[in-house]
């Protein structure tokens, strides 16, 4: 079964630090890919998304993703960690054309530190 | 006004109980989806619908139903709530017509709680 692993469920970082947070998916068949934002007690919200249109993907609040086919990876990064960043962040990937159904990942909490 | 509302937002039942969590939808799109969330698992796909005669089992159907009464309503019904079933659940919608990837987007959620 096609899955979706985000590796660590939870980063910590300090205010001004880069973030990385890592995805990996079980297929090399290209998919399309996303990354969401949970801020605490409310819906998910959508970060970015890859299209096949560039392998470096821009999203809200200066995260951005790219994607690497070789590694099937698609890595969430910001620069500089700022205090409203922490929340949880779930990678979810779709295989199967119009007709497949979204894959998450467990999901990470990132923690900003003062 | 939120493109997609849930109702309620909380809930506390008991085991046995029969509930009905509320979705509704102002973005016009034809897809709508059921997840519950449990820490430490993600999202798990409960049902879902392309349109509103199509209605299809997830990963997690079991102890669940739904309803899709119009484009823009999506219901789902616990027949016998049970405590495992205590979870944060989220509904979404998306558009294969506007959205070439069919892009998800989510409710606000419904906290549940089976006691």
């Known amino acids: 079964a096609q899955s979706v692993t985000q590796l660590g469920s939870h980063v910590s970082v300090s205010e001004g630090a880069l973030v990385l947070l890592r995805c990996n998916y079980s297929s090399s068949v290209p998919p399309y890919l996303f990354w969401y934002v949970q801020y605490p007690n409310q819906g998910l919200q959508l970060l970015l998304k890859?299209?096949?249109?560039?392998?470096l993907v821009k999203g809200i609040n200066d995260f951005e993703a790219e994607f690497k086919k070789s590694e099937t990876s698609f890595h969430l990064t910001k620069p500089s960690a700022h205090m409203s960043d922490a929340a949880e962040y779930f990678c979810?990937?779709?295989?199967?054309?119009?007709?497949?159904?979204?894959?998450f990942g467990k999901g990470t909490k990132l923690s900003v530190k003062p | 006004d939120a493109d997609v509302t849930q109702t309620p937002r909380n809930r506390i039942t008991k085991t046995g109980k029969r509930i009905m969590l509320e979705c509704s939808q102002t973005k016009g799109h034809d897809r709508m989806y059921w997840y519950r969330q449990d820490p430490g698992l993600g999202l798990r796909l409960i049902y879902y619908?392309?349109?509103?005669?199509?209605?299809n089992k997830g990963e997690i159907s079991d102890g669940y139903s739904v309803s899709r009464q119009a484009q823009a309503k999506f219901s789902l019904s616990l027949e016998s709530a049970i405590p495992n079933q205590t979870a944060l659940y989220f509904c979404?919608?998306?558009?294969?017509?506007?959205?070439?990837?069919?892009?998800?987007?989510f409710g606000p959620g419904t906290r549940l709680t089976v006691l």
């Open positions: 890859y299209t096949s249109a560039a392998t």
């Open positions: 979404a919608t998306s558009d294969l017509r506007t959205s070439g990837t069919d892009t998800q987007y």
């Open positions: 979810a990937v779709k295989w199967g054309g119009s007709q497949g159904n979204l894959i």
């Open positions: 619908s392309f349109d509103v005669k199509d209605i």
